[in-house]
């Protein structure tokens, strides 16, 4: 599968510990999303980056969250001192200028459950 | 922001009949729409979309319909079939000037096509 990876699929974790989760886009594509999505809703934008470039983040990212894209390639996005709220699917996205820059590529997200 | 809401939240078909999911948004600047599938414990997946300088956009049983003026736009799938069973989302982008495109997307509708 050449698509969109995320690692770990699931997480459950006790409430106040640190989490990290890892997205590999695809590999020609230079712009990378993460979204939120809780059960029976539609996936909320929390944070892009163009290359190694943080431009954008939603109210939604408190300073609980950290996300980062060091080389351009492969994101990161980390959770400290989780919350019961935390709990919900995150997507990780990527698009290409080359095959239209909103159409959105999704992995198959990490489930986190906080405890 | 931009508010997109969608209707209705679930939706059964007999197999064969046509199934039509309806949303609408807030922001008049707001020029893409996009359409995503998701299969129970799967990613969300691009299956259709449609920019606002075009009112129709058609891909075999699949078809979308967008009124500006109204600010509104529809999904509508024709001779359904089982494999058609998922969650649909529809979804809004409206960038701020010179940055990148967010989607906000709806609450997604449950479609179930009865045999």
């Known amino acids: 599968d050449t698509g969109v990876s995320q690692d770990p699929r699931h997480k459950i974790t006790k409430r106040g510990q640190n989490v990290t989760f890892r997205c590999d886009p695809i590999?020609?594509?230079?712009?990378l999303y993460w979204y939120r999505q809780t059960l029976g809703q539609g996936p909320e934008f929390l944070t892009y980056f163009q290359n190694e470039a943080q431009l954008e983040k939603s109210r939604l990212l408190s300073d609980r969250f950290s996300a980062e894209r060091p080389k351009g390639s492969f994101s990161t996005l980390e959770i400290q001192r989780t919350e019961q709220g935390d709990s919900a699917m995150y997507l990780c996205a990527s698009s290409s200028r080359d095959i239209g820059r909103e159409k959105l590529f999704f992995g198959s997200g990490t489930q986190l459950s906080v405890l | 922001g931009e508010n997109v809401e969608q209707h209705p939240s679930t939706l059964s078909v007999q197999e064969g009949d046509s199934a039509v999911i309806k949303c609408t948004y807030s922001?008049?600047?707001?020029?893409?729409f996009p359409w995503y599938k998701q299969e129970l414990g799967k990613r969300p997946q691009l299956i259709i979309d449609i920019r606002s300088n075009v009112g129709e956009k058609k891909d075999q049983r699949i078809a979308v319909t967008l009124n500006k003026t109204a600010k509104h736009f529809s999904l509508h799938i024709t001779e359904t079939q089982p494999e058609d069973s998922a969650v649909y989302f529809c979804a809004a982008s409206n960038p701020p000037s010179g940055s990148a495109r967010q989607l906000t997307f709806g609450s997604g509708t449950q479609l179930t096509v009865l045999p």
């Open positions: 590999s020609e594509h230079n712009r």
């Open positions: 922001d008049s600047a707001s020029n893409y």
